[in-house]
């Protein structure tokens, strides 16, 4: 074989390596990568099916119950507009309380409940994700204006 020819033989495998391995890494990124969705997200069926995501939001006060085996948990999480019922099992993180903000990671089951493989609390009192904040603060201007209507328009 001419040198031109291993030359080009060469940069050709090169490229095949370049590009198997960007490939590989891609796919481990679209495999690992979890997206945030709120409650009023999940309502609406804009989550995706059968593949892990968060869903962040408050935990409804007095939505918190405990199974008998001691690591299952159920409770509610809201965004103000819709909620959302969780089930969690295993131990809960010491800051996860009742009207404090939370994040879960899991799946949504056929049965509208978000089954929760991992939940995080927030870290002190001025901490919540900003999109989970974003999408409370759009919920509760949702609600307003839709109050402010049915109050405007029984007139």
Same mark, same amino acid.
């Given at each position: *074989?001419?040198?031109?020819h291993k030359r080009?033989? *060469?940069?050709a495998?090169?490229?095949?390596?370049l590009?198997a391995?960007?490939a590989f890494?891609?796919a481990?990124?679209? +495999? !690992?990568?979890?997206f945030?969705?709120?409650?009023?997200q999940?309502e609406?069926? +804009?989550?995706p099916?059968g593949?892990?995501?968060r869903?962040?939001? *408050?935990?409804?006060?007095?939505s918190? $119950?405990?199974?008998?085996?001691?690591?299952?948990?159920q409770?509610?999480?809201?965004d103000?507009a819709? !909620?959302?019922?969780?089930?969690?099992?295993?131990i809960?993180?010491?800051?996860?309380r009742?009207?404090?903000?939370v994040?879960?990671?899991? $799946?949504l089951g056929g049965?509208?409940?978000?089954?929760? &493989? +991992?939940?995080?609390a927030?870290?002190?009192e !001025?901490?919540m994700?900003p999109?989970?904040?974003d999408?409370i603060?759009?919920?509760? &201007?949702? !609600?307003?204006?839709a109050?402010?209507?049915l109050?405007?328009? &029984? $007139?």
């Amino acid at each position: *074989m001419k040198p031109r020819h291993k030359r080009i033989a *060469m940069i050709a495998g090169g490229l095949a390596a370049l590009g198997a391995a960007a490939a590989f890494v891609l796919a481990a990124f679209q +495999e !690992n990568l979890v997206f945030f969705f709120t409650p009023t997200q999940v309502e609406a069926k +804009e989550v995706p099916q059968g593949r892990a995501f968060r869903v962040g939001g *408050m935990v409804v006060p007095g939505s918190v $119950k405990r199974q008998a085996d001691g690591v299952t948990v159920q409770f509610v999480v809201t965004d103000t507009a819709k !909620n959302v019922p969780v089930v969690f099992k295993g131990i809960l993180p010491d800051l996860f309380r009742e009207g404090k903000g939370v994040v879960t990671q899991g $799946k949504l089951g056929g049965d509208g409940i978000f089954y929760a &493989s +991992e939940v995080l609390a927030k870290h002190d009192e !001025n901490y919540m994700p900003p999109a989970a904040a974003d999408a409370i603060k759009q919920a509760q &201007s949702t !609600n307003e204006k839709a109050t402010h209507t049915l109050i405007g328009g &029984s $007139k």
